[in-house]
């Protein structure tokens, strides 16, 4: 169903706020800083602008591609000549728009990076309503083959929908055979990730979990598993947040021991982070966009 100007007017908003985030961040992020000052000013921004954090701001360093955010007291700097992907979202009554960029410190990490920002623009050039989602992924494709460099093929764009970051339906990055297509008046977050020629190109799960999400808010007998889980589904419904964000909710010495039993207890989960299978580097970028009959809306 399309959205009404009430909840498009959310969704500009949303958008609004995002990009003025990523615009200031672009300028902030730099070698040898704390990782964990990157997501908390990037959290911060958001919410000084008036609007909330749709999920934690995502810092994800070389080969890793996605999900990496700072766990608390995260000692993680920034390393010399990286190539770092900050990915950001922000929600307006549930409504959310969902964007990246990559600041490299290298040369080729730079022509990645540029790579797939006219990946994105290319196919943001090209989308309209009706379109078949192989199409989109052809653009993509091909605008980074022919610059030399490879698309992560097993990682997507998606459609966003209220308190909803993936609401159903993926955006390939590379060719495929699809009859579906967008619709005017979806909104989606299209976002391409590069890597060089010779990489395996898709992504593995690590070990590593630093965003969870909830689950089920079930009873549970510790009384302070209880109030994380109280504060997780007041706060954040279902949509992602990091451990960090939970400092203070419980007495410190009693944190981690709740916290394990939430995930025990299959009550919340964990988004593995996602990491290149030849542990080649990455490089993203990301906008969220409404779709138009002719055309789309960059919201972000
Ligand atoms: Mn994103
Ligand atoms: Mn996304």
Redesign the pocket.
Known sequence: MPYDKEELAKFRQSGKILKETREEMKTYVKENMPVIDVCEKAEELIRKKGGKTAFPC?VSINEVAAHYTSPPNDTLTIPEGSTVKV???VQIDGYVT???FTAAFNPEGKSMANTAELALNTAIENLHGDMPLGKIGTIIENTIKNRGFKPISNLTGHSVGRYLIHAGTSIPNVAQISLTKIRAGEVY?I?PFVTVPEAIARVDDSPEVTIYRLIKAKSTKNPHAKTLLKHIETNFRTLPFAERWLNGVVPKEQHTQAFKELLKEKAIAGYPVFVEASKKPVAQA?HTVLIKEDGCEVLT
């Open positions: 995502n990915d950001i979202g969902d964007t990246a977050a976002e990301e």
